[in-house]
Protein backbone atom coordinates (compact mmCIF):
# COMPACT_ATOMS: atom_id res chain seq x y z
CA UNK A 1 0.00 0.00 0.00
CA UNK A 2 1.77 3.48 -1.31
CA UNK A 3 1.27 6.37 1.40
CA UNK A 4 0.17 8.99 -0.56
CA UNK A 5 0.63 11.89 2.23
CA UNK A 6 3.52 13.72 0.58
CA UNK A 7 2.10 13.96 -2.67
CA UNK A 8 0.50 17.51 -3.05
CA UNK A 9 -3.00 17.38 -4.03
CA UNK A 10 -4.02 20.08 -6.75
CA UNK A 11 -7.29 19.05 -6.17
CA UNK A 12 -9.92 22.17 -6.30
CA UNK A 13 -12.01 20.65 -3.81
CA UNK A 14 -8.88 19.88 -1.22
CA UNK A 15 -9.45 23.01 1.13
CA UNK A 16 -6.22 24.47 0.97
CA UNK A 17 -5.22 27.01 -0.95
CA UNK A 18 -7.52 28.95 -3.38
CA UNK A 19 -9.04 28.76 -7.02
CA UNK A 20 -7.87 31.98 -8.34
CA UNK A 21 -9.69 33.41 -11.00
CA UNK A 22 -9.07 36.17 -13.90
CA UNK A 23 -11.70 38.53 -14.50
CA UNK A 24 -10.75 40.79 -17.78
CA UNK A 25 -13.81 43.18 -17.74
CA UNK A 26 -14.61 46.09 -19.79
CA UNK A 27 -17.10 48.50 -17.51
CA UNK A 28 -18.31 47.54 -14.54
CA UNK A 29 -19.80 44.31 -13.42
CA UNK A 30 -23.62 44.78 -12.39
CA UNK A 31 -24.93 42.58 -9.47
CA UNK A 32 -26.61 40.05 -11.75
CA UNK A 33 -22.86 39.56 -13.67
CA UNK A 34 -21.30 39.11 -10.37
CA UNK A 35 -23.93 36.57 -9.42
CA UNK A 36 -23.53 35.26 -12.55
CA UNK A 37 -19.61 34.75 -12.62
CA UNK A 38 -20.40 33.75 -8.57
CA UNK A 39 -22.37 31.06 -9.72
CA UNK A 40 -20.12 29.44 -12.24
CA UNK A 41 -17.50 28.72 -9.20
CA UNK A 42 -20.54 27.42 -6.37
CA UNK A 43 -19.05 23.74 -6.36
CA UNK A 44 -15.52 24.28 -5.68
CA UNK A 45 -14.66 24.00 -2.36
CA UNK A 46 -11.32 25.72 -1.86
CA UNK A 47 -12.10 29.79 -1.55
CA UNK A 48 -12.53 31.46 -5.06
CA UNK A 49 -10.41 34.31 -5.00
CA UNK A 50 -11.64 36.60 -8.31
CA UNK A 51 -8.42 39.36 -9.62
CA UNK A 52 -10.33 41.72 -11.91
CA UNK A 53 -8.17 43.95 -14.68
CA UNK A 54 -10.08 46.96 -16.18
CA UNK A 55 -8.55 48.20 -18.95
CA UNK A 56 -8.05 52.35 -18.73
CA UNK A 57 -10.81 53.86 -20.68
CA UNK A 58 -8.46 55.21 -23.69
CA UNK A 59 -8.44 58.89 -23.46
CA UNK A 60 -6.90 58.64 -27.14
CA UNK A 61 -9.68 57.11 -29.08
CA UNK A 62 -12.08 59.39 -27.22
CA UNK A 63 -10.68 62.35 -28.73
CA UNK A 64 -10.28 60.76 -31.51
CA UNK A 65 -14.35 60.23 -31.90
CA UNK A 66 -14.64 63.79 -30.91
CA UNK A 67 -12.72 64.79 -33.71
CA UNK A 68 -14.42 62.20 -36.16
CA UNK A 69 -17.98 63.99 -35.21
CA UNK A 70 -16.34 67.56 -35.23
CA UNK A 71 -15.18 66.78 -38.86
CA UNK A 72 -18.47 65.81 -39.81
CA UNK A 73 -20.05 69.22 -38.45
CA UNK A 74 -17.68 70.72 -41.31
CA UNK A 75 -20.04 68.86 -43.76
CA UNK A 76 -23.31 71.06 -41.88
CA UNK A 77 -21.82 74.02 -41.75
CA UNK A 78 -21.34 73.87 -38.18
CA UNK A 79 -18.36 75.44 -36.23
CA UNK A 80 -15.08 72.76 -35.69
CA UNK A 81 -13.47 73.00 -32.07
CA UNK A 82 -10.06 73.55 -32.31
CA UNK A 83 -7.80 70.85 -31.10
CA UNK A 84 -6.65 73.54 -27.98
CA UNK A 85 -10.16 73.36 -27.21
CA UNK A 86 -10.23 69.92 -26.11
CA UNK A 87 -8.12 69.33 -22.28
CA UNK A 88 -6.60 66.68 -23.15
CA UNK A 89 -5.26 66.76 -19.54
CA UNK A 90 -8.92 66.78 -17.59
CA UNK A 91 -9.78 64.07 -20.70
CA UNK A 92 -7.37 61.67 -18.85
CA UNK A 93 -8.20 62.65 -15.44
CA UNK A 94 -11.55 61.82 -16.28
CA UNK A 95 -10.90 58.51 -17.95
CA UNK A 96 -8.85 57.61 -14.89
CA UNK A 97 -11.87 58.62 -12.61
CA UNK A 98 -14.40 56.42 -14.80
CA UNK A 99 -12.28 53.43 -14.83
CA UNK A 100 -11.14 53.63 -11.25
CA UNK A 101 -15.12 54.33 -10.11
CA UNK A 102 -15.83 51.07 -12.66
CA UNK A 103 -13.24 48.76 -11.08
CA UNK A 104 -14.69 49.84 -7.37
CA UNK A 105 -18.30 49.13 -8.64
CA UNK A 106 -17.15 45.66 -9.76
CA UNK A 107 -15.36 44.73 -6.66
CA UNK A 108 -18.43 45.85 -4.81
CA UNK A 109 -20.62 43.72 -7.05
CA UNK A 110 -18.53 40.63 -6.68
CA UNK A 111 -18.57 41.29 -2.35
CA UNK A 112 -22.16 41.14 -2.55
CA UNK A 113 -22.74 38.28 -4.78
CA UNK A 114 -20.50 36.55 -2.02
CA UNK A 115 -16.83 36.82 -3.40
CA UNK A 116 -13.74 38.00 -2.70
CA UNK A 117 -11.72 40.03 -5.20
CA UNK A 118 -8.94 42.16 -5.23
CA UNK A 119 -8.26 44.58 -8.90
CA UNK A 120 -6.40 47.09 -10.82
CA UNK A 121 -7.06 49.56 -13.94
CA UNK A 122 -4.28 49.14 -16.31
CA UNK A 123 -3.10 50.66 -18.94
CA UNK A 124 -1.25 47.96 -20.69
CA UNK A 125 -2.45 46.00 -23.97
CA UNK A 126 -5.45 44.11 -22.09
CA UNK A 127 -4.49 40.15 -23.13
CA UNK A 128 -0.79 41.38 -22.36
CA UNK A 129 -1.69 42.42 -19.09
CA UNK A 130 -4.23 38.80 -18.35
CA UNK A 131 -1.40 37.15 -19.36
CA UNK A 132 0.67 38.48 -16.52
CA UNK A 133 -2.04 38.15 -13.77
CA UNK A 134 -2.67 34.48 -14.83
CA UNK A 135 0.70 33.45 -14.49
CA UNK A 136 1.57 35.84 -11.20
CA UNK A 137 -1.52 34.53 -9.58
CA UNK A 138 -1.32 31.10 -10.74
CA UNK A 139 -4.67 31.34 -11.82
CA UNK A 140 -6.99 27.94 -12.64
CA UNK A 141 -8.44 30.00 -15.43
CA UNK A 142 -9.67 33.43 -17.28
CA UNK A 143 -13.50 34.76 -17.71
CA UNK A 144 -13.26 37.90 -20.34
CA UNK A 145 -16.59 39.65 -20.25
CA UNK A 146 -17.43 42.08 -22.53
CA UNK A 147 -20.19 44.46 -23.44
CA UNK A 148 -22.82 43.37 -26.05
CA UNK A 149 -23.07 45.85 -28.93
CA UNK A 150 -21.88 44.25 -32.31
CA UNK A 151 -18.92 47.08 -32.66
CA UNK A 152 -17.61 45.91 -29.15
CA UNK A 153 -18.09 42.68 -30.11
CA UNK A 154 -16.23 43.37 -33.16
CA UNK A 155 -13.35 44.31 -31.69
CA UNK A 156 -13.31 42.73 -28.48
CA UNK A 157 -13.86 38.80 -29.56
CA UNK A 158 -10.65 39.16 -30.08
CA UNK A 159 -9.20 39.39 -26.64
CA UNK A 160 -10.83 35.91 -26.41
CA UNK A 161 -8.77 34.54 -29.45
CA UNK A 162 -5.77 35.63 -28.18
CA UNK A 163 -5.94 34.73 -25.15
CA UNK A 164 -6.69 31.45 -26.15
CA UNK A 165 -3.49 31.34 -28.03
CA UNK A 166 -1.20 32.88 -25.30
CA UNK A 167 -2.80 31.13 -21.54
CA UNK A 168 -2.52 27.97 -20.41
CA UNK A 169 -6.09 27.81 -18.61
CA UNK A 170 -9.32 27.83 -19.55
CA UNK A 171 -10.61 31.14 -20.91
CA UNK A 172 -14.81 31.67 -21.18
CA UNK A 173 -15.79 34.65 -22.87
CA UNK A 174 -19.71 36.11 -21.41
CA UNK A 175 -21.69 39.39 -22.70
CA UNK A 176 -21.95 41.82 -19.47
CA UNK A 177 -25.41 42.80 -18.43
CA UNK A 178 -26.98 39.38 -20.54
CA UNK A 179 -27.77 36.35 -18.12
CA UNK A 180 -26.98 32.68 -19.43
CA UNK A 181 -30.15 31.90 -21.20
CA UNK A 182 -29.92 35.14 -22.98
CA UNK A 183 -26.13 34.78 -24.05
CA UNK A 184 -27.24 31.29 -25.66
CA UNK A 185 -30.34 32.09 -27.27
CA UNK A 186 -28.37 33.09 -30.27
CA UNK A 187 -29.09 37.33 -30.05
CA UNK A 188 -25.86 37.67 -28.97
CA UNK A 189 -22.38 35.78 -29.36
CA UNK A 190 -23.76 33.47 -26.46
CA UNK A 191 -20.86 31.62 -23.87
CA UNK A 192 -18.27 30.57 -25.50
CA UNK A 193 -15.08 28.54 -23.70
CA UNK A 194 -12.34 26.67 -24.38
Known amino acids: MTDHTDIPDDSIHDGQGTYDVVLLVEQALTPADAKQVR ?5 IEDPVVYHVLLPLEDAAAR ?3 S ?5 AGDLMAAP ?10 ALRRECEENSSSDLKK ?13 G ?14 VTSVDAREAIILTRSHVVAEFFHVDWTSRARRKLGVPVLHLIEHENFDEQASGSGEGVTGV
Open 120 to 133: KVTSEPPVDALAAL
Open 106 to 118: TLLAIHDAGGKAT
Open 39 to 43: SLHSE
Open 80 to 89: ALAMNDVDIE
Open 67 to 71: LGTLG
Open 63 to 65: IEA
